[in-house]
């Protein structure tokens, strides 16, 4: 298996690799409470949660992966979203933002690895768009130096127990769901109808499963991409 250096939460990897900052970019959350949402540029296309792996959460992925697998027979109705299979230790943060960049219709710098990889990963499998992350020097370089580069030292241990998760929207038969996409699972998991908005639904959703299951760890960062901030 292919190893990274473990990426922070830098926005700086997607401007980057072909993300117009002038149209979208990605912003600190900075507190679950309704008047620090409040704060966050809406609308909302997408929210990465890098979360501490936990034994309560390992349990609860187990279960809902074998889930998951016993429906694997079964047509996919969410079958427009791109989904990858992460197998670069270390590339959760990478393929975080692919999940947000690659299923929120958003434009890219034509030409760009952003715009390249996600043309090629359309008519491609979640197993062939894991080959061909390992494979295409498009993101290599960009997370090395993107990693080198941000406010933590590198680690000279890259073994890491904090995981990258990203929550999409996406239409189930005309309903607009909550969809977490992570490339550590068994697919693409439902997380339900959004009441509210993408954010709000998501910050109750990591409240309730994530730091509920976390055995005390306060090892939350929470990003949001969107539109510009006016302030």
């Known amino acids: 298996m292919s190893r990274w250096i473990p990426l922070e939460s830098n926005p700086e990897w997607a401007n980057k690799a072909g993300l117009d900052k002038e149209e979208l970019q990605f912003s600190d959350i900075y507190g679950l409470d309704e008047e620090l949402l409040d704060m966050v540029s809406k609308p909302v296309k997408a929210v990465l949660l890098l979360f501490p792996i936990s034994k309560t959460l390992e349990a609860k992925r187990r279960e809902e992966d074998d889930l998951i697998r016993s429906e694997a027979s079964s047509p996919s109705l969410f079958s427009s979203v791109i989904w990858i299979k992460q197998t670069i230790s270390n590339a959760c943060g990478t393929i975080g933002l692919l999940h947000a960049l690659a299923n929120t219709g958003i ?77 550590r699972r068994a697919g693409i998991m439902d997380r339900g109808k959004i009441y509210s908005d993408l954010l709000t639904d998501v910050a109750s959703l990591v409240k309730e499963t994530y730091i509920k299951g976390s055995s005390g760890s306060i090892q939350f960062s929470m990003t949001s991409l969107g539109p510009p901030a006016e302030w």
């Open 107 to 183: 434009k890219f710098a034509p030409g760009s690895p952003l715009a390249q990889f996600i043309a090629a990963c359309k008519d491609k499998t979640p197993k062939e768009r894991a080959e061909f992350l390992e494979t295409t020097p498009l993101f290599a370089e960009i997370h090395a130096e993107t990693a080198s580069t941000g406010q933590s030292a590198v680690p000279t241990d890259l073994d890491t127990d904090l995981h990258f998760t990203c929550f999409v929207e996406a239409e189930m038969e005309g309903v607009p769901h909550v969809v977490e996409l992570d490339g």
